[in-house]
């Protein structure tokens, strides 16, 4: 069974109200509810509403369809944040170098879906080949190598393949030992 609530014309950007539907997305109701009640976001009061009223709305239909229904049984299916509109008004605010911004006030509409059908699992992915880093990730690199920052790699060092240990024995250190060595032998 399926629920859908939406809070239209809430106070603030969709932009600062996707950060917080973000975290609830796919979570139980109940630890959505808990990370809205606590999140320090203005958004969250508006998103909690709209979760509560769709809690409610799946409780309705279940009524309604004659079925019993557990609320702590229900997950957030889909949340998403869409732009509303923008209030443009004729007061100003002060800009710098006497210049004025046109003060601006941003809208946004939510809509939360809850379902307590069996939640599908994650993909694994245990055959697929590492990932490679993103494009910023390189650009990262490329930049502090460039400038030699904190984030430079360390240079790797030329370094001569080392003489066995036995060869090592068998030679002399100076000309004085190499003499002593061939006088030994003649003997």
Known sequence: MEATASAKYLRGSAQKARLVVDMIRGKDVN????????????????IEK????????ANEAA?????SIDPDDLWVRTAFVDRGPTKNRRRVRPAPQGRAYREQRHFCHITISLSN???PEPKA???AAPKTPSKPAKLAESKGRKRGGAAAAPRAKKVAPKA???EAAEKPATKKESKKK???SEE
């Not at 709209?50 to 709305?57: F, H, L, T």
């Not at 009524?63 to 079925?67: D, L, Q, Y």
């Open 117 to 119: 059908d069996t939640k």
């Open 31 to 46: 630890q959505a509810l808990a990370i809205l009640r606590f999140s320090k976001k203005r958004a969250a009061t508006g």
């Open 182 to 184: 061939a006088e030994k």
């Open 63 to 67: 009524e309604k369809a004659n079925i």
């Open 125 to 127: 992915t245990k055959g």
């Open 50 to 57: 709209c979760m509560r009223s769709a809690i409610a709305n």
């Open 164 to 166: 066995d240990v036995t």
